[in-house]
């Protein structure tokens, strides 16, 4: 098969590599479409032990079952393979598994390919009237929707204001599980112009360039993760709020937790989501309730180091960029 193989610091070859072997309890899906993520862009850089080269990346696929018993099937991919025996698999926080995989890291290759393998029970059914494309989203806006489902069950009182750092497909994808989870009122700072417009115009959110001075939200997620964007948590949070912070941008720095202490303000770190969460954003895709999900940009997976780079430099206005095999079963 074809595949986008990630071979060091910045370098991915489209190149031909042995179709993958088929494990007991595993199907082969045939990949539709791929997204780009910012996971996928920091293991690129080599910035991610975790991902040597070389290695295939990517994790946000939808696809169909090719052979076997379910030989057709359209199905969206939980990419987190967790053990469901240990206590935190069994407590329903199975994204805390400690034996925990996922596409894209050895020993699993990633989506960047013609086809990959999986078990059954990460593999959702797409009902016949929602596109793969759409189904595809439902990995990144996952992210958002377990960090807006935490954040609400912690929040008491007012849950009416939001802000969202940053407007990629996490960012987006918590601006829209906030309002299918019935926070109303919901704005997302994105700094990039081109993106900020996208967001504005083919998304239909209110961005804005940068957090008013002095205005305060119940809720804050942070899609971003860096110092400053802490920072701005920090101050932009109402006493009592709520801080969910998905991002990974650095490790340490800026939170203010003399006003966190203060204000008994909560923060919340999240990582990933849950299966009953992926199962739930999965399914508002398909009811709609996550809007029309028009935002992303398909491009082919032979020109997936192009669309890397253009990610890279900032020229890239959707959200998501989906990566699709030239034998893709349904086409965009
Ligand atoms: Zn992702
Ligand atoms: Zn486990």
């Known amino acids: 098969m074809k595949a986008l193989v990630y071979t060091g610091p910045k370098g991915l070859d489209y190149r031909d590599v042995p179709d993958p072997t088929v494990g007991a309890g595993d199907h082969l899906i045939r990949i539709a479409q791929v997204g780009i993520c910012g996971s996928d862009m920091h293991a690129y850089l080599g910035h991610d032990a975790r991902r040597p080269a ?8 939808a696809g169909l079952i090719e052979g076997g018993p379910r030989d057709g099937a359209r199905v969206t991919i939980n990419p987190l393979v967790t053990c469901g025996t240990c206590p935190a698999c069994r407590e329903g926080r199975d994204n805390l598994c400690p034996t925990r995989q996922i596409i894209s890291m050895p020993p699993r290759e990633g989506g960047f390919a013609e086809l990959v393998t999986m ?12 596109p793969l494309t759409k189904a595809a989203l439902a990995e990144p806006i996952a992210c958002g929707w377990h960090t807006v489902r935490l954040s609400l069950e912690t929040l008491i009182g007012a849950r009416d204001t939001a802000l969202v750092l940053g407007g990629g497909a996490i ?3 918590a601006a829209l599980s906030l309002k299918a989870q019935g926070v109303s009122n919901v704005t997302i700072v994105e700094p990039n112009p081109v993106r900020r417009a996208h967001l504005i115009d083919q998304c239909g959110q209110p961005a804005i360039a940068e957090t008013p001075d002095g205005t305060l939200y119940d809720l804050v997620i942070d899609g971003v993760g860096y110092a400053a964007t802490r920072a701005v948590a920090s101050a932009a949070t109402r006493p009592g709020g709520v801080i969910g912070h998905i991002g990974l941008g650095e490790d340490t720095g800026g939170l203010d937790i003399r006003r966190l202490t203060l204000q008994e303000i909560t923060f919340i770190g999240t990582y990933t989501y849950t299966a009953e969460d992926f199962r739930q954003t999965a399914q508002a895709i398909f009811d709609g309730r996550l809007g029309p999900l028009d935002w992303a940009e ?3 997976l032979s020109e997936g180091a192009a669309a890397f780079s253009d990610i890279r430099s900032g020229a890239v206005a959707a959200p998501k960029i989906l990566l699709q095999p030239e034998t893709a079963p349904e086409r965009s």
Not at 54 to 61: Q, V
Not at 119 to 130: G, H, K
């Open 171 to 173: 960012g987006l994808g």
């Open 54 to 61: 070389p290695l295939i990346l990517g994790h946000e696929a």
């Open 119 to 130: 078990p059954e029970s990460n593999l959702i059914a797409v009902p016949d009237n929602v």
């Open 298 to 300: 398909v491009r082919p």
